[in-house]
T-cell receptor, first 111, second 113 residues
Framework: SQQGEEDPQALSIQEGENATMNCSYK?????LQWYRQNSGRGLVHLIL?????REKHSGRLRVTLDTSKKSSSLLITASRAADTASYFC???????????FGTGTRLQVTL | NAGVTQTPKFQVLKTGQSMTLQCAQD?????MSWYRQDPGMGLRLIHY???????DQGEVPNGYNVSRSTTEDFPLRLLSAAPSQTSVYFC????????????FGPGTRLTVT
């Protein structure tokens, strides 16, 4: 399995602004998943996008996938202080279920 | 459903001691895994299992043992603790397949002195 590389490493925005974070990976995938981790807690699944999908929405989240560039982006619109967390992408290839993670993007949303 | 549970939440060990980190899930998931998370390193996969009686190594398996005798439980054993094993350990589970999300436990914070 391969791990994604998130960019930027850290992002600081004000409440109400949009936050965009990116993920790059190296080889063909079946799907790509995004997870959130609040400080000291376990990861929580946010959204999954399949390799034949280009865009997916879930509430204030919008995920895009460009398989030709081997990249994905996660957009959080109208950020809230509660969105402060680390965000990880996990590209899934080959056999199922085994996920590996990069170092994530640390998002800080200030009032 | 309780989801994925881990015990203990915190543990301090002396170098050379052994212990078992417990992980249980009540969602009938076939797949279970253990990760460790160190500052600035993201999560690294230690061991995983695709069903009872089947386990395999991840990226960083040295110093850890696992077994999977039931679908529900996936304990992680530290045979002889070392300071390098100071970390936060997370257990995760999911259905086995390509399009399933993983559910994570709350973590165990382990310090080895």
């Amino acid at each position: 399995s391969q791990q994604g590389e998130e960019d930027p490493q850290a992002l600081s925005i004000q409440e109400g602004e949009n936050a965009t974070m990116n993920c790059s990976y190296k080889t063909s995938i079946n799907n790509l998943q995004w997870y959130r981790q609040n400080s000291g807690r376990g990861l929580v699944h946010l959204i999954l996008i399949r390799s034949n999908e280009r865009e997916k929405h879930s509430g204030r989240l919008r995920v895009t996938l460009d398989t030709s560039k081997k990249s994905s982006s996660l957009l959080i619109t109208a950020s809230r202080a509660a969105d402060t967390a680390s965000y990880f992408c996990a590209p899934v290839e080959g056999t199922a279920s085994k996920l590996t993670f990069g170092t994530g993007t640390r998002l800080q949303v200030t009032l | 459903n309780a989801g994925v549970t881990q015990t203990p939440k915190f543990q301090v060990l002396k170098t050379g001691q052994s212990m078992t980190l417990q992980c249980a899930q009540d969602m009938n998931h076939e797949y279970m895994s253990w990760y460790r998370q160190d500052p600035g390193m993201g999560l690294r996969l230690i061991h995983y299992s695709v069903g009872a009686g089947i386990t395999d190594q991840g990226e960083v398996p040295n110093g850890y043992n696992v077994s999977r005798s039931t679908t529900e439980d996936f304990p992680l054993r530290l045979l002889s603790a070392a300071p390098s094993q100071t970390s936060v350990y997370f257990c995760a589970s999911s259905y086995f397949g390509l399009d399933y999300e993983q559910y994570f436990g709350p973590g165990t914070r382990l310090t080895v002195t």
